[in-house]
C-alpha cells in the first residue's frame, strides 16, 4: 500500500474517533481483519436468502437485491425482516447491478453490457434492454434523470440520460477499487469495495474517493438507500447492515 495513501487513512482515524480503527487500514487480510469495526451505527442486521449479492437498490418500500449465484435472482426484501416477498429469475442471466428511477427496475447484465427495463409490480416484468457498450458493470444508480453505471473493466463511471444515451465520464478513485453496489445516500455517492473491505464516500464534485470507511464484514456488496438509512450487504455471509450514516449530535 502506498505510504501517502497509508497516512491519510491515518490521520482520518485520528480525526474521527476510536470508532474507525487503523487496523482496517490493511483492508480483510490484514492481520487485525478480525477485529474490524463499523465507523457508523448499525441499526439492524438481516438475514437474507442470498450468499452472492451482486447489488441492491431501494424501491417502492423493499430492498431489490441481484443475485449473482447460478442462474441469478431478483428478490424483493422486505426492510424491517430480511425476508422475501418475492424472487423471479431473468431471461437473460446473471445480474450484476442494479436501480430504479423510482417507477421501473433497471439491472445490469455484465457479460454482455446491456441494461434491462423492468416492471416493479404486479410481478418484475421484462419490458426493454439497452446497449451500455460497458464490458463489466457492478454498480449504478439513477439521480435527477440520469443513469450512473460504474464500469469494472475500465474503472469509471458513465452517465446516460433517460433514453439511455451516453454522456459524460469519471474516474472512480485511484482505479483499485473493486466496486460491487453505488448509490447516492444523504447527498453524497456511497461505493461498497468488496476486495479491500471499505465503505467509500465519494466527492461532491467528482467520482474521487475522499473517504474509506471500514465495514464490520471483509467483503461488502450492494448498497441501497431509503431516505433515511444506507444498507449495505455483505457478500457471502447473506447479511445485510443497515446504517446510521448521519453525523453524531
Given at each position: 500500500?502506498?505510504?501517502?495513501?497509508?497516512?491519510?487513512?491515518?490521520?482520518?482515524?485520528?480525526?474521527?474517533?476510536?470508532?474507525?480503527?487503523?487496523?482496517?487500514?490493511?483492508?480483510?487480510?490484514?492481520?487485525?481483519?478480525?477485529?474490524?469495526?463499523?465507523?457508523?451505527?448499525?441499526?439492524?442486521?438481516?438475514?437474507?436468502?442470498?450468499?452472492?449479492?451482486?447489488?441492491?437498490?431501494?424501491?417502492?418500500?423493499?430492498?431489490?437485491?441481484?443475485?449473482?449465484?447460478?442462474?441469478?435472482?431478483?428478490?424483493?426484501?422486505?426492510?424491517?425482516?430480511?425476508?422475501?416477498?418475492?424472487?423471479?429469475?431473468?431471461?437473460?442471466?446473471?445480474?450484476?447491478?442494479?436501480?430504479?428511477?423510482?417507477?421501473?427496475?433497471?439491472?445490469?447484465?455484465?457479460?454482455?453490457?446491456?441494461?434491462?427495463?423492468?416492471?416493479?409490480?404486479?410481478?418484475?416484468?421484462?419490458?426493454?434492454?439497452?446497449?451500455?457498450?460497458?464490458?463489466?458493470?457492478?454498480?449504478?444508480?439513477?439521480?435527477?434523470?440520469?443513469?450512473?453505471?460504474?464500469?469494472?473493466?475500465?474503472?469509471?463511471?458513465?452517465?446516460?440520460?433517460?433514453?439511455?444515451?451516453?454522456?459524460?465520464?469519471?474516474?472512480?478513485?485511484?482505479?483499485?477499487?473493486?466496486?460491487?453496489?453505488?448509490?447516492?445516500?444523504?447527498?453524497?455517492?456511497?461505493?461498497?469495495?468488496?476486495?479491500?473491505?471499505?465503505?467509500?464516500?465519494?466527492?461532491?464534485?467528482?467520482?474521487?474517493?475522499?473517504?474509506?470507511?471500514?465495514t464490520l464484514g471483509q467483503h461488502p456488496a450492494g448498497l441501497a438507500w431509503d431516505g433515511a438509512y444506507l444498507f449495505?450487504?455483505?457478500?457471502?455471509?447473506?447479511?445485510?447492515?443497515?446504517?446510521?450514516?448521519?453525523?453524531?449530535?
Open positions: 500500500m502506498r505510504e501517502g495513501r497509508r497516512k491519510l487513512e491515518f490521520v482520518g482515524a485520528a480525526a474521527l474517533g476510536a470508532a474507525l480503527l487503523v487496523s482496517c487500514a490493511e483492508g480483510p487480510s490484514g492481520p487485525e481483519a478480525k477485529k474490524r469495526f463499523s465507523h457508523f451505527k448499525i441499526v439492524q442486521k438481516l438475514k437474507v436468502p442470498s450468499r452472492a449479492i451482486a447489488d441492491m437498490t431501494y424501491a417502492k418500500g423493499h430492498i431489490w437485491l441481484a443475485d449473482e449465484d447460478g442462474a441469478g435472482l431478483v428478490y424483493r426484501i422486505d426492510p424491517t425482516t430480511g425476508s422475501v416477498v418475492s424472487s423471479a429469475g431473468t431471461s437473460y442471466g446473471t445480474p450484476s447491478a442494479i436501480c430504479s428511477d423510482g417507477t421501473y427496475l433497471y439491472v445490469a447484465h455484465g457479460a454482455t453490457g446491456y441494461v434491462w427495463r423492468h416492471r416493479l409490480e404486479p410481478r418484475l416484468e421484462e419490458l426493454a434492454s439497452f446497449p451500455t457498450g460497458l464490458a463489466d458493470v457492478r454498480g449504478m444508480y439513477f439521480y435527477e434523470g440520469t443513469f450512473y453505471l460504474f464500469d469494472q473493466a475500465t474503472a469509471g463511471v458513465y452517465e446516460f440520460d433517460k433514453n439511455w444515451s451516453p454522456g459524460r465520464t469519471w474516474r472512480v478513485g485511484e482505479g483499485e477499487e473493486f466496486i460491487r453496489g453505488m448509490t447516492r445516500a444523504d447527498g453524497r455517492v456511497w461505493s461498497a469495495d468488496w476486495r479491500n473491505g471499505w465503505l467509500n464516500r465519494h466527492r461532491k464534485a467528482n467520482f474521487d474517493v475522499d473517504w474509506k470507511f471500514c449495505l450487504g455483505e457478500l457471502g455471509a447473506g447479511e445485510v447492515y443497515k446504517l446510521d450514516i448521519r453525523p453524531a449530535d
